[in-house]
Structures are given as C-alpha cells and as structure tokens.
C-alpha cells in the first residue's frame, strides 16, 4: 500500500531564509509521481512542484526545489528566500502511473514565515 | 485563471440528515473528484468521476455517498444519513486528463460538521 509520511506538523522560518520540509513515501512501484501542494489559509490547495520518478534531475520551481532520493523514498521541499506569502500548509502527494487518478497525501506541514 | 469553487464553505448538520455538498470545477475539465480530511489527519482520496459515471472510489465510498453531475456545470456529493464521523473537510478536484504528472486542481473545501 502506498503511504506518505510528513513528520514534521509545523515548520516556521524566517523571512528570507531557507527552510526544508520533508516528506517520505512507501511504494513497491518503480514509475510514480510526486507533488507538493500548498494551502494557503482558506483557500484551495495549489500545485507547488511535481517530481516524476523516472527523471533523477531534481524539479525546480523558482524558490522551489526538490530533492529526491528514489532509493531512500524521500521527496523534501526547499523553499528558498522565504516570502510572507509562502505561510500556508504544505501537503505531499503521490501517485503511481497505474492506479488512476487518485493521489494519496501526507498529513501537512504548517508553515510560518516570521517577519 | 480559473478556479474551482465549492459551496457551501461550512455546513452544520444533525446526525442522520442528508447533505449535498456542491462544487463547480474548471469548465473545460472532464475528471472529477471528492476527498476529505479529517481533522489532524490526511486528505484521503473519496471518488473519481468520468464521463457521468464512477471510474473509482475508495474504501470510504460506501452506499452513504453518492455523486452527481446534474447538469454542464455542477458536480455534486451527497451523504444520505450523516455520522458524526462524517465531520471533515471536503475537497472537490477537478483535472483535464487522468493519471501520471496532470495535476488537479483543488476547491477551497467545505467544512462538514456532523451533531
């Protein structure tokens, strides 16, 4: 069965800083899809960046990157030069290319951004 | 750019009443989903909708759900004879196509609770 892990529930940074969400997955398949997916407060989730298992080149999304470890399952979040705008919930998804359509999603990590 | 919108935002309901919880996705989108979150739990995956019919559901699914696409627009959930552990957040997605990197595009949620 397919599991995603975020162990971290709340996260804060300062403005201008880095900071590193992680997320670990559990998965016998071989070809995948990873994504994060911001939630701002009331407001729709949004995709952030998205990462194929088949590629080992690390997506980048301006402040945004990956770094994924297909070995070790994990697919973290940087989120780099931290704006007031990136406060919201982060949630980790992923998918297989076999099962349809649905994503399966880690419980979020809040993120605060401090002035 | 467009959106897609759920209504209502909050809906309080006594224990064995019906609720339709409504959602407008993305006009030209053709695949439909719900999930729900539970409170300080994951998003978890409720059902997928093509072409005016289930093309997969969960475990969660069972005969107290329903779903409908009553007209061009709308796409709806409906949950016959509420639980209390009904109380969750739903979300509505909506994507173009299926499966590998598509992402889908999330509503704001709605917010069950369930006396």
């Known amino acids: 069965a397919q599991t995603v892990t975020q162990s971290q529930p709340e996260m804060s940074v300062q403005e201008a800083e880095t900071v590193t969400l992680s997320c670990t997955y559990d998965?016998?398949?071989?070809?995948?899809?990873l994504f994060w997916y911001k939630q701002p407060p009331s407001r729709q989730m949004i995709l952030v960046i998205r990462?194929?298992?088949?590629?080992?080149q690390n997506a980048t999304e301006n402040r945004f990157s990956v770094n994924f470890q297909k070995a070790a399952k994990s697919f973290s979040l940087k989120i780099s030069d931290s704006q007031l705008g990136d406060a919201a919930m982060y949630f980790c998804?992923?998918?297989?290319?076999?099962?349809?359509?649905?994503?399966?999603f880690g419980t979020g990590t809040s993120l605060t951004v401090i002035p | 750019e467009p959106e897609v919108t759920q209504t209502p935002s909050h809906q309080v309901t006594q224990m064995g009443q019906e609720v339709i919880l409504r959602c407008v996705p993305i006009?030209?989108?053709?695949?439909f989903y719900w999930y729900r979150q539970i409170l300080g739990q994951k998003v978890e995956f409720l059902v997928s909708?093509?072409?005016?019919?289930?093309?997969?559901k969960s475990e969660i699914f069972d005969d107290q759900f329903s779903v409908e696409r009553p007209d061009g627009s709308n796409f709806t959930l409906k949950i016959r004879s509420t639980k209390l552990e009904d109380s969750a957040m739903y979300f509505c997605?909506?994507?173009?196509?299926?499966?590998?990197?598509?992402?889908?595009?999330f509503g704001p949620g709605t917010r069950l609770l369930v006396l």
């Open positions: 997605a909506s994507s173009r196509t299926s499966g590998g990197k598509e992402t889908q595009y």
């Open positions: 998965t016998s398949e071989s070809d995948y899809y």
């Open positions: 990462q194929e298992a088949y590629k080992q």
């Open positions: 998804a992923y998918r297989t290319s076999n099962t349809g359509n649905q994503f399966y």
């Open positions: 006009s030209n989108h053709l695949y």
């Open positions: 909708f093509y072409n005016n019919e289930i093309s997969e």
